[in-house]
């Protein structure tokens, strides 16, 4: 019997069968043999057709079926690994409704800013260990702002993996780690992220309903077996994003265990069994694929998203036609630590999370033509994504994590020797690489749910030990170019700073301009409404005197109550003249610097606060319901980030 494992990544789509009684892998097939495309259509963004995905997974399937000759009746569960943060929009038949736009697209960033200001800095950490960033639930709230007409045809949206098993069954489906990674899951109470939802206008039904990450979560129906070369019926049994499925490929279950990998992006990834996030949100958090309520097992995740896409970009656009990685290994190993002072950022692929969200792009320094070859380069390049490795890990150790050991795969750049010997050295580290793949991790895993397994450290097995990587002695010399690698970086990012407070006072100075403007214009529109209610005045003296002189016609008398009413009506001129004032007024302007995710209402509630006015007459002016105006009064505690022993009342008569 069999199993069938995927990894579908940004790159290629890997395929494993795993013999179930041995644990061996009978077969890994990549494909295609190039990266798969990429759409760009401006400056940080990132895209995908999913039908590619589909595509490249069924031919691979076909092509290991092919080379390993196993029978499809033999393999007996499907499992997957996926790219995460993904967003794919479908319409009611399941249809796709736009590219996906993928885990390194940076179009979200400062949505995901203004909902981690506007639902709360303290409440987002505390309930979803992560700010909503640049991650799913953001990139479909640019979507609903940007493509109005797409997302109102939209009636779910999935992560790529969501539409993989959607492809292969039939079924719309989500589990609760793919929910954590779209920061749509709320650790503290075990549910739906309601208030994410409900910050972006989001409707809860476009959530697919929730599987468990083990457990038959479909069959592979007609039309797709036939375009995998399979046979319907076989159940797909697992799913998971690709870092959590490559920690558990390699046997990282338990808290204090890490994994790293280093594909198109590099992660280091480690597990630990209580809520645990960073106050700046240079990492993430996410549920482990063995997380459940009351047994907690959470995923710390650091992110480096110009990993090994620049080693790729330097091998297509500066290696020799025909060169592979070996070749440039073996002339980055002629080339002395420091690549004899060429220094490389590798920041090339969007906005970096453990940088703040900062764009710095990609930059080399110091490069000398009489001096500098090819191997240069490829040893500049490969250090400056060991480096990145290292200034992220040093986060995660300030944070408590152990990184003594450090477990990663064999098909990714932890196979280079002057890679993974600087990381070991750096961390003074043992870096123990094992002979697997998330493929082979997935088909495994895909054992558990249908009973071959009785738990994953059974269904992972003991895993062959390829290589282990020591910290070498030159550690002086990897020091010193590492600080030099890192006085490199801290001096983009106080650029990368300085240009952006510039940018923010030019903003804001529009912004001050524009709200001149619109001041000037509501003072214009008071006047012209002041001058027009006086006419109207006059008006109804008018139809007061002829109504006595003409007492007779009775209508006369009606129609001036009618537009004495309508007229004279203080309440409607009170709520323009407070709606005027609220811009000018001081202490709204304050409240705006402070917290810039407050909406109008939310302005207009505090000025009435600030007027001690009871809850009844708040509910008036707010044209809400008594239990409406405390729903309001809640969501604003958590968006000035009150604690609970703090007075709204009195927090507001301080500003």
Same mark, same amino acid.
């Given at each position: ?14 395929? *494993? ?33 999913? *039908? ?10 076909? #092509? ?19 790219? #995460? ?7 009611? +038949? ?31 950490? +505390? ?38 098993? =959607? ?198 320094? !110091? ?26 890990? !040093? ?49 495994? *895993? ?68 524009? =709200? ?47 537009? +004495?009413?309508?007229?004279?009506? +203080? ?73 609970? !022993? ?10």
């Amino acid at each position: 019997m069999y199993l069938l494992g995927f990894d579908i990544g940004s790159s290629t789509v890997k395929a *494993a069968l795993v013999e179930t009684r041995t644990h061996q892998v009978a077969g890994m097939v990549t494909f295609p043999d190039h990266e798969m495309d990429m759409i760009s259509r401006q400056p940080g963004w990132a895209e995908q057709q999913p *039908a590619i995905w589909w595509e490249n997974m069924c031919f691979a399937t076909q #092509m290991l079926l092919k080379q390993t000759q196993v029978s499809p009746n033999q393999i007996k569960a499907i499992g997957l690994g996926y790219q #995460m943060h993904g967003l794919v929009l479908v319409d009611e +038949e399941k249809h796709v409704l736009r590219p996906s736009i993928i885990w390194c697209d940076s179009r979200a960033v400062g949505l995901g800013d203004e909902a981690f200001q506007g639902i709360g800095t303290g409440y987002c950490l +505390e309930h979803y260990l992560n700010s909503p960033g640049n991650f799913t639930a953001s990139k479909l709230k640019w979507v609903k702002d940007n493509e109005p007409e797409i997302y109102s045809q939209g009636t779910r949206f999935m992560l790529p993996g969501d539409y993989m098993v =959607l492809r292969m069954t039939g079924e719309t489906a989500t589990t609760i780690p793919g929910l954590s990674e779209a920061i749509l899951w709320d650790f503290k109470n075990h549910t739906i992220a309601a208030e994410v939802l409900d910050y972006y206008g989001i409707d809860r039904d476009m959530i697919p309903p929730i599987t468990p990450t083990f457990g038959v979560q479909g069959k592979l129906t007609r039309q797709a077996a036939n375009a995998m070369g399979l046979i319907p019926g076989i159940p797909v049994t697992y799913r998971s994003g690709d870092q959590p499925n490559n920690a558990l490929s390699l046997k990282v279950l338990q808290p204090g265990e890490i994994a790293a990998t280093s594909g198109t992006s590099g992660v280091v990834y480690g597990v630990v069994d209580k809520p645990l996030y960073d106050e700046r949100t240079r990492i993430n958090a996410f549920a482990h694929v063995n997380h459940q309520k009351g047994k907690n097992r959470i995923g710390i995740l650091l992110c480096i998203n110009g990993a090994g896409i620049q080693y790729a970009w330097m091998r297509h656009q500066v290696a020799r036609p025909g060169n592979s990685y070996w070749d440039m290994e073996r002339m980055m190993s002629s080339v002395p630590v420091g690549s004899d002072g060429l220094c490389i950022l590798p920041f090339g692929n969007g906005a970096e999370r453990m940088l703040n969200n900062r764009n710095l792009d990609s930059h080399i320094f !110091n490069i000398q033509f009489n001096r500098h070859t090819r191997a240069h380069l490829y040893r500049a390049a490969v250090e400056g994504v060991a480096f990145s490795f290292v200034y992220g890990m !040093n986060i995660l150790k300030k944070m408590g994590l152990n990184i003594d050991v450090i477990r990663v795969s064999n098909d990714n750049m932890f196979q280079s020797p002057v890679f993974s010997s600087t990381i070991a050295t750096l961390m003074n580290s043992q870096i123990e690489v094992f002979d697997t793949t998330g493929a082979a991790g997935a088909a495994r *895993a895909a054992g558990v749910a249908i009973g071959i397994y009785h738990s994953l450290e059974e269904a992972m097995g003991v895993q062959k030990l390829d290589t282990v990587y020591e910290p070498s002695q030159n550690y002086g010399q990897t020091h010193q170019a590492y600080t030099y690698w890192q006085s490199y970086l801290e001096h983009m990012l106080e650029r990368n700073i300085a240009r952006s407070e510039s940018n923010s006072m030019q903003r804001q100075q529009q912004w001050l301009v524009s =709200l001149q403007q619109k001041e000037a214009e509501l003072s214009k529109t008071s006047l012209q409404l002041e001058n027009q209610r006086k006419k109207w005045e006059k008006t109804i003296q008018k139809l007061n005197r002829l109504s006595e002189q003409y007492p007779e016609i009775s209508g006369l008398r009606k129609l001036s109550r009618e537009l +004495e009413e309508e007229v004279m009506d +203080e309440t409607s001129w009170d709520e323009f003249e407070s709606h005027l004032h609220l811009l000018q007024d001081p202490f709204i302007q304050t409240l705006r610097q402070r917290f810039p995710g407050l909406t109008q209402q939310d302005l207009k509630l505090c000025a009435l606060l600030r007027q001690k006015l009871g809850t009844k007459d708040i509910a008036r002016i707010l044209a809400l319901s008594p239990r409406g105006v405390e729903t309001k009064r809640y969501r604003l505690r958590r968006k000035l980030q009150l604690k609970n !022993n703090r007075s709204l009342q009195e927090f507001i008569d301080k500003i």
